[in-house]
């Protein structure tokens, strides 16, 4: 297995928020792993703009320390990181006045790949994007990138979509949802459209139901009053349960082009029904031995945000009728998982006499940790005494698969900005796809508003609270363990 670097054009990227959290964290160590494999063009350039009063020297000196606190292995390379530090340059820009614009406009380029990522709260979107047009940054082949989250309901999305339009067209839009960007995800679809085994048995035909899982184990911590205001189903499920939902949903687009990928994870999201209050389980975790309760970490005693959420949904399109798809998301759970498992139908019919146990194909995606897939398969049972019957798993790490190869995977944020510079949206979502998703939400979360509903606490953890666990023995199924 060779790991390939596809090149990409020469490119000025601006980083708007340049100073802040998620610039530091996640996209400048990205970007230097980008650079370390030689991915990243000579004379590409790297423009913090924030509102920090920051000259060069003071930006490149605040991103080799970031670089440091959290790069991986790659942070080792001083002299790659003293290479890299070299294509960065900084303006102290005011998004919402006149500061920094002018300077901003002399340093950035008209004759290489232009990008510009909204790294900035999502109130700033408007003001960045005119201003990158009324001082003749911006043109027709730029690209900006906007971050999560892309409104709070569907107005608030309307009106965001509808201000980047004013200024910018479609294929120059590029909403990130992290998650599309991760490895397995996009496995995901390799799996279901790159086999002839699982396809044909992709459908109510043959499956009893899909479980999506993502458990954290932190809390709200540091972001509590912020994530009050949102809750589970707002930062977690209405984008990266939803996109999840969708690639596993979708019908097979005629190619892997972003305008074939997204048409039809619109479909799923518009064939999604309402989902009836006794199929959601709301939750807030408890104070446990090594923490604070939701509430105390939110500053909030008497919030009614919800830290987990369950729910039993259905899409209502001839290949899912009747299939249930379970979601469940939470903080401060057992364990940090992400899963997807398709569930296929009981066999009907066992043609070993004396074997009485229920026996089923159960086919898991790992996300994370230990990325991978895992096919339980029934086999004999070893040794002589008849045809006994087991059900074991053919478990595929990548890890394990690809070797040294699956540490040259880039993580998600890295492969999404190449995409950007590349010029392919296909793993950023639409307007329309964000603006759908909303639809379906709203009136969930309107509804439980409207009925004061109460989050069932759960204990710091553990796997949520048990309605969750009742409502799928209700349907006589069973969650998938979580564990690491
Ligand atoms: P942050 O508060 O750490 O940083 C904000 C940045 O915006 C700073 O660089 C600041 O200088 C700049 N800024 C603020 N007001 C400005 C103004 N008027 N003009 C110019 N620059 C200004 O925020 P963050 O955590 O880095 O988040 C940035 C965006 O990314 C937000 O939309 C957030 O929702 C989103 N996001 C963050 C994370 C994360 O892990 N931090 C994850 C997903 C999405």
């Not at 070893?382 to 880039?410: H, K, N, Q, T, Y």
């Amino acid at each position: 297995m060779v790991s390939r670097v596809i090149p990409v054009e020469t490119f000025d990227l601006v980083i708007f928020g340049g100073t802040g959290d998620l610039a530091r964290r996640k996209i400048l160590p990205g970007l230097f792993r980008r650079f370390r494999s030689g991915q990243m063009p000579e004379g590409s350039r790297i423009i913090g703009a924030a509102r920090s009063d920051l000259d060069q020297a003071g930006y490149r000196q605040m991103i080799a320390a970031a670089v440091a606190e959290f790069g991986g292995e790659e942070k080792h390379d001083s002299k790659g990181l003293e290479a890299f530090i070299a294509t960065l340059d900084y303006v102290a820009i005011d998004a919402k006045g006149e500061g920094g614009w002018a300077e901003l406009a002399s340093i950035v380029r008209k004759d290489v790949v232009q990008a510009f990522y909204f790294s900035v709260a999502p109130s700033l979107f408007g003001d960045l994007a005119e201003r990158l047009h009324t001082n003749s940054i911006a043109n027709a082949q730029s690209r900006i990138v906007v971050e999560k989250p892309f409104g709070r309901d569907l107005e608030t999305a309307r009106a965001l979509n509808e201000t980047l339009a004013t200024h910018f067209d479609e294929s120059q839009i590029y909403r990130i949802d992290h998650y599309l960007g991760k490895e397995t995800v996009q496995n995901l679809m390799a799996v279901r459209f790159g086999n002839m085994l699982f396809e044909p048995l992709w459908n109510n035909h043959y499956v009893d139901h899909i479980q999506i899982t993502v458990a954290e184990t932190v809390g709200v911590g540091g972001r509590g009053a912020y994530y009050d205001k949102s809750g589970a189903m707002r930062d977690m499920v209405q984008n990266h349960l939803m996109q999840l939902l969708c690639l596993i949903a979708m019908e097979p687009p005629s190619q892997f082009g972003a305008d074939e990928v997204r048409d039809e994870k619109l479909k799923v999201i518009r064939a999604l029904q309402p989902v009836e209050p006794h199929h959601i389980v709301r939750g807030q975790y408890d104070a446990g031995y090594d923490g604070k309760s939701y509430r105390e970490d939110a500053e909030n005693p008497r919030s009614f945000t919800e830290s987990f959420i369950a729910m039993k949904c259905e899409i209502a399109n001839w290949r899912w009728a009747g299939v249930p798809f379970y979601l469940r998301t939470g903080k401060r759970m057992k364990a940090r998982s992400s899963e997807i498992t398709v569930v296929f139908k009981d066999l009907g019919h066992s043609i070993f006499e004396g074997d009485e146990a229920r026996h089923r194909n159960i086919l898991s995606i790992r996300l994370q940790p230990n990325e991978g897939m895992d096919l339980q398969v029934t086999i004999k049972e070893p040794g002589p005494g008849g045809m006994r019957l087991i059900d074991v798993p053919l478990d595929m790490s990548f890890a394990d698969a690809l070797g040294p190869d699956a540490e040259e995977v880039p993580d998600a944020y890295e492969r999404l900005i190449m995409d950007v510079i590349r010029g392919n949206q296909t793993l950023f979502m639409r307007g329309d796809e964000v603006e759908a998703a909303w639809s379906w939400t709203d009136p969930l979360i309107n509804g439980w508003e409207a009925r004061n509903d109460v989050p069932k606490l759960y204990d710091a953890g553990s796997t949520g609270p048990e309605d969750a666990m009742a409502m799928m023995h209700r349907d006589g199924r069973k969650w998938r363990e979580i564990k690491a």
